[in-house]
């Protein structure tokens, strides 16, 4: 029983193509997020969601677009991808004291 | 605003030696603070975390970290090192509200040698 899914878990494509990366809890948690790490490991906050809510949109070109069709799913589209866009997306939900937990991550790969 | 600073990009240790991570926070409020470990290709996993309470925490695989306010640290600490310790680990720092994002340090490669 996996808590927090991603799919897919490589995706390889060109430059200029829009893409999208799911993302599903079975936790019952109200907040999820989205996390980039970076080629030299850095992870760094996206967006976060409450109940559906946009809670959380740090400084990310708009050409990244969240969308939580319920509060177990929270998906990420990508438009017009760049090369600085290959990186590993890292989905989380937490419930209590701020307590995370993450998916197994998407390596993006632009070429 | 907060950061968390981990002092040492990669640590060596033999097998059956100490482990030591350092982490330093910075916060205007005391925060919650985690240590997070990822083995290669994988997402990341919650080793232990301190919110109130006691301040020696103990976490999963024989790990434990303490929180000393007065040093704004929260070193993550094994007595004896196993080979299967070696991965990637992140010390962060998130505010008490719910939801708030967790503020990552760039990590610690922990190599163990045997």
């Known amino acids: 029983d996996t808590a927090v899914s991603q799919t897919p878990k490589y995706l390889v494509t060109q430059m200029g193509n829009d893409k999208s990366i799911k993302c599903e809890q079975n936790l019952g948690h109200d907040t999820m997020y989205w996390y980039k790490q970076d080629s030299k490991k850095f992870l760094k906050i996206m967006f976060s969601?409450?109940?559906?809510?946009?809670?959380i949109n740090e400084t990310v070109p708009n050409r990244f677009s969240p969308k939580s069709p319920d509060k177990a799913h929270l998906n990420l589209h990508i438009n017009s991808l760049e090369l600085g866009d290959s990186a590993v997306y890292f989905c989380a939900s937490s419930q209590v004291q701020n307590e995370q937990f993450f998916g197994p991550g998407t390596r993006l790969t632009v070429l | 605003a907060q950061s968390v600073t981990q002092l040492g990009s990669h640590v060596s240790v033999s097998e059956g030696a100490l482990v030591l991570l350092r982490c330093n926070y910075s916060?205007?409020?005391?925060?919650?603070l985690f240590w997070y470990v990822q083995y290669p290709n994988q997402g990341l996993q919650l080793l232990l975390k301190?919110?109130?309470?006691?301040?020696l925490v103990k976490g999963i695989n024989g790990f434990e970290a303490e929180f000393k306010k007065s040093e704004t640290s929260f070193h993550l600490t094994k007595p004896s090192a196993h080979m299967s310790d070696a991965a990637e680990y992140f010390c962060a720092v998130s505010e008490e509200q719910a939801g708030t994002a967790l503020i990552f340090g760039k990590g610690t490669t922990l190599s163990v040698s045997s």
């Open positions: 301190y919110t109130t309470g006691a301040t």
């Open positions: 916060s205007s409020v005391p925060p919650y």
């Open positions: 969601y409450n109940n559906k809510e946009l809670i």
